[in-house]
């Protein structure tokens, strides 16, 4: 074998290292990109429009899987929480001030003037 073909064994392909890195950036990150940055993104990868669109799929389905995890955990905690309990103990380490002010209404009308 000459040294050329050898080179060219060795040698990945950088373009398809590339795009399988976008790619996997892409998945990673979706969950958070809107569908129009993710089709930036890719878009100098000239993919197939099916792959495209799988993509898109795969980042909408992720979106929706990861709101509802996090919606279920918040929920979960916040289902934990003694509510009573909660405002006692803060209650009881604050002290309120209220204060109630009582102004008449000034009454620029005619009608309630009587003559």
């Not at 590339?18 to 000239?46: H, P, Q, W």
């Not at 934990?80 to 209404?105: C, G, L, M, R, T």
């Amino acid at each position: 074998m000459s040294n050329d073909e050898e080179e060219k064994i060795e040698k990945p392909s950088i373009p398809l290292v590339d795009v399988a890195k976008k790619l996997f950036t892409v998945g990673v990150s979706a969950a958070f990109m809107t569908e129009e940055s993710i089709r930036n993104y890719v878009n100098d990868l000239k993919l197939p429009k099916e792959v495209l669109q799988f993509i898109l799929n795969s980042a909408a389905k992720g979106k929706e899987e990861l709101v509802q995890r996090v919606g279920k955990e918040i929920s979960g905690l916040i289902s934990h929480i003694d509510w009573v309990k909660e405002a006692s103990k803060f209650a009881e380490s604050h002290k309120f001030k209220i204060e109630i002010e009582i102004i008449p209404k000034k009454n620029n009308s005619k009608s309630d003037v009587s003559s």
